[in-house]
């Protein structure tokens, strides 16, 4: 089946650092990807939709000059955290939507990067 | 705009009892739902979907939902509960033509042994 996946698992950085979290579809190719920013115990917030060899597309009050995505390839998404603070701390979620092998109709989902900024 | 809401933010239940975490949606035309399950500092893993046909969905670990659409509703249900059943489970909407997913709040299944 379909497989994303993600890295790292958990990151711990010094405020005012960036940090880079990569998303890779592993056996389909993703033309578009997705970034979410899960709270404790709350629900997926979608940050941006990212498409291969385009901007992305960001939601209303996600920052784009702090949340750099980057959809190079067909199989790599990648999400960098400039300047980041103790208030970006975080999970970030990716999930793919690709064609043949990935799960048809739906998307598959990354394990997830936990963010510590210090 | 699509929505999906999940009433309870917890559903406690005995192992070996049925347990149902409930799921309304609100979209245009004819949707695409699922179920997704998150255990702590992991990623959604995909339980079952309705896309057409059989409105009872079979799925993952057991599971099962009933699409309804009078009542708007997809709700999730196992006949006998398991402790390692217990995480956070969301419902997920999409239309037929869009591309994102819309999220439930979540609801957090306590199994108890």
């Known amino acids: 089946g379909a497989v994303v996946s993600q890295h790292p698992s958990r990151v711990i950085c010094k405020s005012g650092t960036s940090v880079k979290i990569e998303c890779r579809s592993l056996?389909?190719?993703?033309?578009?990807m997705f970034w979410y920013r899960q709270f404790p115990k709350k629900s997926l917030m979608l940050m941006a939709t990212?498409?291969?060899?385009?901007?992305?597309?960001?939601e209303q009050g996600v920052e784009k000059d702090k949340f750099l995505i980057n959809h190079a390839s067909l199989t790599l998404s990648t999400l960098t955290v400039t300047s980041a603070h103790p208030e970006d701390s975080s999970f970030y979620i990716c999930?793919?939507?690709?064609?043949?092998?990935?799960?048809?109709?739906?998307?598959?989902f990354g394990s997830g990067t936990r963010l510590t900024v210090v | 705009a699509q929505s999906v809401a999940q009433p309870e933010d917890q559903v406690n239940v005995a192992e070996g009892n049925p347990l149902t975490v409930k799921c309304t949606y609100s979209?245009?035309?004819?949707?695409?739902l699922f179920w997704y399950v998150q255990y702590p500092n992991r990623g959604l893993q995909f339980l079952l979907k309705?896309?057409?046909?059989?409105?009872l969905v079979k799925g993952s670990y057991g599971f099962e939902a009933e699409f309804n659409k009078s009542q708007t509703s997809f709700h999730l249900k196992k006949p006998s509960a398991l402790v390692s059943d217990s995480a956070l489970y969301f419902c997920?909407?999409?239309?037929?033509?869009?591309?994102?997913?819309?999220f439930g709040s979540g609801t957090q299944l306590t199994v108890l042994p």
């Open positions: 999930s793919a939507r690709g064609g043949e092998g990935a799960e048809p109709y739906g998307y598959t």
């Open positions: 056996d389909f190719q993703a033309t578009t």
């Open positions: 990212s498409n291969e060899g385009s901007k992305a597309t960001y």
């Open positions: 979209v245009s035309g004819n949707p695409y």
């Open positions: 309705y896309i057409t046909g059989d409105n």
């Open positions: 997920a909407v999409r239309d037929r033509l869009g591309k994102q997913l819309t």
